[in-house]
C-alpha cells in the first residue's frame, strides 16, 4: 500500500477513509483532523490557556502533543486516584511526557489530599466505582479550570468513546444525556468549557500515532473498568464497523448534524435550567440539586471536608 | 429449575424475565403475551377477517398457532418467491401446518403468474435481493388484505426484528422510518392495517414455542438473506443482550414510550403527507411517487405485467 500523499510506503490503513499514509503524512493528517475539529466546533481560539485532562493512556497523551506542535498554550492535568499500580504507571507516563515536552502539569493526588484513595471513597460512599470516579474527576477538572483561570477543559474522548456514549444513551433513551452530548459544551453558570477534539478519531488511529511518535503511554485500561457497561457497546459497534467500515463514524456525525435537534429543548426550558442552579450551600458550586452539590454530599457520605481540594488545586494553578 | 406457576419441572428459562416455565405455562406464557399485545396495541377486535404472512419459519407458524389458539379467523398468505430448495421446502412446512390445523392457506407463486422467480426479478431490476423482495412482498400482502377484504395483514416480526430495524434506522439517523415504524400501523387510503403481534417476544422464544407445540418449520434463513445487515445489527444487539438480559426489550419499549414522540411529525405534516398521495397511474395502489409505484416501475424493468397478480389475488381470496 501507498501514502496517500506522497505514494511512499504506507505504514497505516485507515479502512473507513480508504487511505493509507507513510509516517510523516500520517502525522500530519491526525494532526490536521484535531486542528479541523477545533475549527469546526468552535472548541476554542488559539491564543487561549487551555486545560488537558491527562490519564497517562494514548488519547490524552497523544492529544496533548498534538495541541502543543499544533502552538497551543496547553496544561495538563494528572488526577491521582490512588488504583496501586496502574495510577503509579499512569502517573511515571503522564510526568514523563510532560518532561520530555518540557510542559506545565498540575497533579492532584486524592491520596495526598484526603488519606484515602478512589477505592476506599467508593467503598465509603457506597456507590460504583466508575461512578464516583466520573464525579470526582469532573469536580476537580472544573475546579482547576475555574480556579486556574483556564478557557476550557479539553478531555481526550474519542470517536470510539463518543459512539458507544451515544449507544448507551439511545439504548436506554436517556434524552437529558442526549441534549447534553456534544464535543464543545460552552460554559455556564460555575462551569467551564469541556471540548473533545478527538471526537472523530478512532481509538485504533490514535494508538498508531503514538506508535509513530514515540509516545510512551499506558496500554492497560483502569482494573476498575472491567464489564462496565461503555466497553460492551465498544465491542457491539466493532461488530458493525468490521462490516461496515465508517458506520460509527457516519452514526456519530449523523447525531451531531441532525439527530441531536431532534431531543433539543425549546428555548424557554433552556432558560429554566439555567435558573434552577443555585450555589452549593457548602462548597459554592452551582448544582441543580437542593442544599449540597452531589460532590459534597459524596464527601460527607465518605467522612471528608470537601473543602480541602479547592485549597489544594488553588495552591497548585497559582504557583 | 421450577415452574413459576406450578412448581413443577421447568423446561425453558426466560432470562430477561428471571422466570422459567413448564411445557404447558410456558406454552400458555407466550399465548398470554400475543393476547395483551394484540390488546395493548388496539391491533384488531375478536370477531375480524385477519391475513397473516406465512413464510413457513418459525416466527409466522407460532403466530398463526397462537392466534388460531386464541380464537382468531385468521387466513394465511403464503408467497412462493421461487428461491429453488428453500422455498420448495418453506411452502411445504407452510402447508402441513394448514392441514394440521385445517386452516385457510392462500399461495400466490411469482413463477406461476411470471414465469420467474424473484432471483431473476432482483437481476433484471438491478435491485439487491433483499430490497425487490421486501417491494414485491409488501405490494402482494396489501393487494391481497385489501381484496379479501381482511382487517389487517399481520406478520411474525419478533423483538429481534424490531429492535434491530430500530437500532439499524438509529445508526443511520433515519428520521422517516423512526417515525413509522410501530407494531400496529392503522390503514390509510390504499394500504391495509399492518400489526406485529410478537413485537415484544424473542426468537429464542419463538423457536422453544415451535418446539413444545410440535410445529414443524424450516430452520434455516434464507439463503438470499447472507451478509444483510440486519444481522449484523442483530448480533450487535445479542452481544449486549447477552451481558444485560432484558435490555434490546427495553430499548424497543423505551423508544414506543417515548422515545419515538421525539421524531414525530407535526399535525399539519401528519396531513400533507396523506394529501401527497396519488394513485398509481398504472394500477391504481396510492403512492407517493409521480406517475407509477415503485412496484409497478420494478415491474416494468423486469419486463413484467404487473397487473397480472392483481387477477391472480382476486381468484384466490374470492374464491
Redesign the interface.
Known amino acids: 500500500m501507498k501514502c496517500l500523499k506522497c505514494e511512499n510506503k504506507a505504514v497505516f490503513e485507515i479502512r473507513r477513509h480508504r487511505a493509507a499514509f507513510c509516517k510523516e503524512h500520517y502525522i500530519l493528517h491526525i494532526q490536521n483532523q484535531v486542528a479541523k475539529a477545533i475549527k469546526k466546533f468552535r472548541m476554542f481560539p488559539p491564543k487561549t490557556k487551555l486545560l488537558i485532562a491527562i490519564s497517562g493512556g494514548k488519547d490524552s497523551l497523544a492529544l496533548w502533543d498534538i495541541l502543543l506542535d499544533l502552538g497551543y498554550n496547553v496544561h495538563g492535568l494528572y488526577i491521582d486516584l490512588g488504583i496501586d499500580e496502574y495510577s503509579k504507571r499512569s502517573k511515571e507516563k503522564s510526568i514523563d511526557f510532560k518532561e520530555s515536552r518540557q510542559a506545565t502539569l498540575h497533579t492532584i493526588s486524592l491520596e495526598k489530599i484526603y488519606g484515602i484513595g478512589i477505592g476506599n471513597i467508593s467503598k465509603k460512599t457506597s456507590r460504583k466505582f466508575c461512578s464516583i470516579c466520573g464525579i470526582i474527576k469532573r469536580y476537580i477538572m472544573n475546579k482547576t479550570a475555574l480556579l486556574g483561570d483556564y478557557y476550557a477543559v479539553i478531555t481526550g474522548h474519542n470517536l470510539d468513546d463518543e459512539a458507544a456514549a451515544l449507544f448507551g444513551n439511545?439504548?436506554?433513551?436517556q434524552?437529558d444525556y442526549l441534549r447534553r452530548q456534544h464535543p464543545n459544551m460552552p460554559p455556564k453558570k460555575g462551569f467551564a468549557r469541556k471540548v473533545k477534539p478527538l471526537c472523530r478519531l478512532g481509538e485504533r488511529e490514535m494508538a498508531a500515532y503514538c506508535v509513530l511518535k514515540n509516545i510512551d503511554y499506558i496500554i492497560e485500561e483502569c482494573p476498575m473498568s472491567k464489564g462496565a457497561?461503555s466497553i460492551?457497546?465498544k465491542?457491539?459497534?466493532n461488530?458493525?464497523e468490521a462490516?461496515?467500515p465508517g458506520?460509527k463514524d457516519?452514526?456519530y456525525l449523523?447525531?451531531l448534524r441532525?439527530?441531536q435537534e431532534?431531543?433539543k429543548d425549546t428555548k424557554d426550558e433552556k432558560e429554566d435550567e439555567e435558573a434552577e442552579l443555585n450555589p452549593c450551600e457548602f462548597c459554592h458550586q452551582p448544582t441543580y440539586a437542593a442544599g449540597k452539590c452531589n460532590f459534597c454530599k459524596q464527601m460527607e457520605k465518605a467522612n471528608i471536608d470537601p473543602l480541602k481540594i479547592h485549597d489544594e488545586i488553588k495552591s497548585k494553578v497559582t504557583t
Open positions: 439511545l439504548m436506554g433513551w434524552v457497561s460492551t457497546y465491542e457491539a459497534l461488530t458493525l462490516k461496515s458506520i457516519h452514526f449523523g447525531f441532525g439527530g431532534y431531543f
